[in-house]
């Protein structure tokens, strides 16, 4: 507590994330996508609830937050594999995603579980990329969440590119950009991996096992190896190459350094950078 405090010079109150957060660009209208390390911010008296509030006082009442949710307690992709026995007692037991209730996955970070809880949040109904949102155009953005290629075409993320909506890393490490899935998903190259899985759902009332179809979001859609210096997350490397191209703006908050970016820019950018280093030299 005493590092957190010395860090950031002081509890960093709900009025300090409110400055930086406006010092950083974030505007009354804004639809947000979020990315939090809360540690990264300092001793926030309230925790993850101020930084929500923070948040809401600078949008207002006509903007959006919206974070990555997941399910933490999804099956796992590989479960298919397990002997038999194993596979039908998960099959039996295993209760259903809820949007209202399955746990955000805990790998996020405290921010999403705290947002899908709050009265007026809304949750998009795919099981393994679930998002949530809180705010004027929540309904909007979650409505239809499509269950196969649930990062591209038609969900949350095209949404809040089309909505001319922003992504801010509010001390979260560059490579946690979500909102490059949907490039991935968006962008033409070679080698683009896919996955298949299982998970359950509710279908009017009843228990059903539903195959989904996704890129790779977990291992990488592409292979960036021959890209990427060793040791480097290709997301953070995009990200960074972002930044050094405009696409951006950099601050801090409290004593977290932190980033704010125009999503269909993102995206742009991104879609670009997949095709220009992953395609063969013509």
């Given amino acids: 507590m005493t590092e957190l405090l010395r860090r950031s010079d002081g509890p960093v109150t709900r009025g300090r994330v409110r400055d930086g957060l406006t010092g950083l660009g ?9 990315h939090t390390r809360l540690s990264a911010i300092g001793y926030v008296p309230g925790g993850p609830q101020t930084v929500i509030d923070a948040l809401l ?32 007692a998960l099959r039996a037991h295993h209760p259903a995603f809820d949007p209202g209730t399955s746990e955000a996955d805990h790998a996020n970070g405290r921010l999403p579980e705290a947002l899908r809880r709050r009265p007026g949040a809304v949750r998009s109904r795919h099981p393994d990329v679930s998002f949530a949102a809180l705010g004027a155009s929540a309904a909007a953005l979650m409505a239809a969440h499509p269950w196969d290629d649930p990062h591209g075409p038609g969900s949350p993320l095209a949404r809040l590119v089309a909505l001319g909506g922003r992504v801010l890393l509010l001390g979260a490490p560059r490579e946690s950009m979500t909102l490059l899935h949907h ?15 299982e998970q359950p759902i509710e279908v009017e ?3 059903v096992w539903r195959t989904f179809q996704d890129i790779d979001s ?36 409290g ?18 950078w997949i095709e220009e280093h992953l395609n063969p030299a013509a």
């Fill in 26 to 34: 974030l505007a009354p209208g804004d639809t947000v996508m979020f």
């Fill in 57 to 88: 006082d600078v949008v207002g009442p006509t903007g959006t937050l919206l974070v990555t949710c997941g399910w933490n307690d999804a099956p796992p992709y590989d479960f298919t594999t397990w002997p038999r026995p194993w596979q039908e």
């Fill in 183 to 197: 490039a991935e998903a968006l962008a033409q190259a070679p080698g683009k991996r896919f996955l298949t899985y």
């Fill in 205 to 207: 009332g009843e228990r």
């Fill in 218 to 253: 977990e291992n990488g859609a592409f292979d960036y190896t021959p890209v990427v210096p060793e040791g480097q997350d290709p997301f953070a490397a995009i990200v960074g190459d972002m930044l050094v191209a405009g696409i951006g703006r950099e601050g801090f908050v």
């Fill in 255 to 272: 004593a977290a350094r932190s980033c704010l970016f125009d999503a269909g820019r993102a995206v742009d950018f991104g879609v670009r």
